[in-house]
């Protein structure tokens, strides 16, 4: 499998003004039906490059790089509130002309959906999600079991000690943890993803990032309460090595939501897009066939 380096994605990407920054895009394929991917922290679009030729054969595919990281604007000035989040990937979405998505997300990228649930469940939905697939989110942030690197990034004082004094090895070791099968890992992949987060200054605004951690607790009830409301059919998809998001979380969102399939994803990590590709992308695809039809 070809790892591309830094400058082959950005070469395989596009940017978009959307408001005052301009957001890194993937969209490829011509397909009628959309897959628009919302991903995780601390990561970015880059995660996605192993499993988006199975997708492409199927849906056009839209994954943004959300602002504060990988080769979006990472803009001191600026709140990097999952609700902004959330603004900024429908005006992108609208902007692409796209009227309704299947929607695919991953960890941070969860709350985001979450977001967007709300909205829909109050009658706002300006691209309609034709269907939804969450996975290995802490969504439920009180069984997650964070990082001392994500406890620490999120705090006042530590946070911009930390992400001032972080190195390839500290986000490698950090990194390894969430996988299961460490001899899945590839180093391309990780030099990469470092490249990525230190891109535009990147480590500066961090620790503003990292403080989705909290709005998870703040908006518990607006976002959790939203999968609890909702008429719309959740797929859960989780890999259930996960050391972060717990498998047992999945199985509380199970109980929660009104209308779900959880499919559980044996012996992987954090990031199975990365770590079983293939296994990763075909249950996807199969989610969204059982949904559509």
Do not use: C
Not at 172 to 199: H, P
């Amino acid at each position: 499998m070809n790892i591309p380096s830094l400058q082959e994605w950005k070469a395989f990407g596009t940017y978009h003004q959307i408001g005052n920054h301009r957001v890194f895009v993937i969209d490829q394929g011509s397909h009628e039906e959309t897959l628009a991917i919302l991903h995780g922290y601390p990561s970015a679009s880059y995660d996605y490059h192993a499993v988006l030729p199975f997708w492409t054969r199927h849906y056009r595919v839209v994954v943004h790089d959300h602002l504060g990281l990988g080769l979006s604007d990472k803009p001191e000035a600026y709140s990097y509130s999952l609700i902004d989040q959330a603004d900024v990937a429908l005006d992108l979405w609208q902007k692409l002309g796209l009227q309704e998505v299947h929607l695919l997300a991953h960890d941070y990228g969860t709350s985001v959906a979450t977001e967007l649930i709300a909205r829909a469940n109050r009658a706002y939905e300006p691209v309609r999600l034709k269907s939804i697939n969450l996975g290995n989110g802490s969504m439920l942030i009180e069984m997650s079991q964070l990082l001392i690197t994500q406890k620490l990034l999120k705090h006042d004082f530590w946070g911009p000690i930390l992400a001032k004094l972080s190195n390839r090895s500290i986000f490698n070791n950090s990194f390894r943890k969430l996988w299961a099968d460490r001899s899945k890992i590839n180093d391309q992949e990780f030099d990469v993803l470092w490249e990525m987060l230190n891109y535009n200054q990147g480590r500066k605004v961090l620790p503003r990032v990292s403080k989705y951690i909290e709005e998870r607790k703040k908006f518990w009830h607006r976002w959790i309460g939203a999968l609890m409301q909702t008429d719309r059919h959740i797929n859960l998809l989780w890999a259930d090595k996960d050391p972060v998001a717990i498998i047992d979380m999945a199985y509380e969102l199970e109980k929660k939501i009104p209308s779900n399939s959880l499919k559980v994803l044996p012996n992987i990590g954090h990031y199975p897009m990365l770590e079983a590709p293939e296994l990763y992308a075909n249950t996807v695809m199969d989610f969204i066939k059982t949904t559509s039809a």
